[in-house]
């Protein structure tokens, strides 16, 4: 049962943390994609593939994209058609509902050890194809009746970097005596939003199931003249989707997605640079190798490619009161390897490194978010992508406030909604994708 310390309510966390970050030790080393144990280079096509055929493979993709005006460009994506799982525990102690949360070491963590769901794992790690250690806890969420179920949908990850992937975000209550394992802790919800305040601690997989999370009305805040009291009558909008749901689907319509599967070693523009594939202009990301050490995960050792950003990217949700609610601006996003041609993503989503180039035009608000006074930004944090693919990927997530005079008729493509319509479309697949949903869960901390 967790501990009740009220004067320093997060330190036996972070005593905990620190313990089993030194309580192992981990190694990760970069290693030429032609080296990699267990992996190898397709001699004819130069895609990247592990030995079994299972996991993921890195491949070519040329795609061609209508979303206002017609873009073609080819670029690597990581290819895992199996569906992983990102599951939540939640128990109550003493009437106050806790999740249990993992301490798991990926190797493209740039702090190594992140606060990870119950289970997070690949369909080809639960089902042992690794023949390693089983994975702790993935009963309840594979053997019917194990709980009560609070979410469960098919979410997306990043489309810029993977074609078509999706896990299962699921949320499972439970009344049973559950095992505290090495490297599990129970957190509160408030715990859990105060760690969301902090840079690199809570997961990717961990915020995209968050967001999913049920959490209380907060109506003691809904007469507040103030930001949380906008966004508490935002929360308690009312629950017809019907014109968001119309409006995006005629932006989705207007769209097309032509994608073909080229050879890695044929992608204009991108070559081998001494064991990496690289962009000759250097822009995007890099496909590099890591060899890795770590005692504690269900093999100890192994090896694998990951996709490493050029830069820290910025993901943002401009927010402005209406009649003293406030929304939130989405934007409808296509992406190389977007499942259903368009979900919602944030009002900017991009790392600005890759638009510095004197013909490169700015992604549109970029500027207006990143100049906002502070006492308009509401939420600021960076926050890693996931690890088990992405090498030191991290996004600053912002949270900012519109000035009073910013418009509220945007181009096509843009559309305004209420925390409770996020709320109601995050439990479904395919809407938020999840820069989105990891928006969201940092959103509910400021509640």
């Not at 990926?106 to 702090?111: D, M």
């Not at 999913?212 to 809904?222: E, G, S």
């Not at 090896?303 to 009649?323: C, H, K, N, W």
């Amino acid at each position: 049962m967790p501990d009740d310390n009220t004067v320093d309510p997060l330190g036996r966390f972070h005593r905990w943390f620190g313990q089993r970050a030194r309580a192992t030790d981990y190694a990760v080393r970069e290693t030429p994609l032609g080296a990699l144990d267990g992996w190898r280079v397709d001699r004819s096509t130069g895609d990247i593939v592990h030995r079994t055929g299972r996991f993921y493979t890195v491949e070519g993709l040329r795609v061609t994209a209508l979303d206002g005006t017609e873009r073609s460009w080819s670029q690597p994506i990581i290819r895992q058609p199996e569906i992983g799982i990102l599951g939540l525990l939640v128990k109550e102690f003493d009437g106050v509902p806790h999740l249990l949360m993992q301490a798991k070491m990926e190797p493209g963590n740039i702090n190594t050890l992140q606060l990870s769901p119950t289970v997070q794992a690949t369909h080809s790690n639960y089902t042992r194809v690794h023949q390693g250690n089983p994975v702790p806890y993935v009963e309840y969420f594979t053997v019917p009746g194990r709980g009560r179920p609070l979410a469960d949908a098919l979410q997306s990850e990043q489309g810029s970097w993977f074609l078509g992937k999706r896990n299962r975000n699921i949320i499972v209550e439970t009344t049973e005596e559950v095992p505290l394992l090495d490297g599990f802790h129970w957190l509160s919800l408030a715990e859990l939003d105060a760690l969301l305040r902090l840079d690199n601690v809570v997961n990717m997989d961990s915020r995209s199931v968050l967001a999913a999370y049920p959490a209380p009305p907060r109506a003691a805040v809904a007469d507040e003249d103030s930001f949380r009291g906008a966004l508490a009558r935002s929360a308690a909008a009312p629950a017809d989707r019907t014109d968001l749901l119309s409006r995006f689907t005629a932006a989705k319509a207007a769209r097309s997605l032509t994608r073909e599967r080229v050879p890695l070693n044929d992608l204009p523009g991108w070559h081998d640079d001494s064991g990496r594939v690289v962009r000759e202009d250097g822009r995007y990301f890099a496909i590099l190798g890591v060899d890795v050490e770590a005692a504690d995960r269900e093999v100890p050792r192994w090896s694998q490619p990951l996709l490493a950003p050029v830069g820290r990217g910025v993901i943002a949700l401009l927010t402005r009161r209406v009649d003293g609610v406030l929304h939130l601006l989405l934007r409808a996003r296509t992406e190389a390897g977007t499942f259903d041609v368009a979900e919602l993503g944030p009002t900017v989503q991009c790392v600005p490194e890759n638009y510095q180039e004197p013909e490169a035009s700015q992604p549109p608000f970029l500027d207006y978010v990143l100049s906002l006074p502070q006492d308009q930004v509401r939420f600021d944090a960076v926050h890693s992508e996931e690890g088990g693919r992405f090498y030191h990927a991290e996004n600053r997530y912002l949270v900012v406030e519109a000035d009073d005079d910013f418009p509220l008729e945007l181009p096509d493509g843009y559309l305004w909604a209420t925390l409770r319509d996020m709320t109601e479309l995050v439990r479904h697949s395919h809407y938020l994708n999840v820069e989105a949903r990891c928006l969201l869960a940092c959103l509910n901390t400021l509640r």
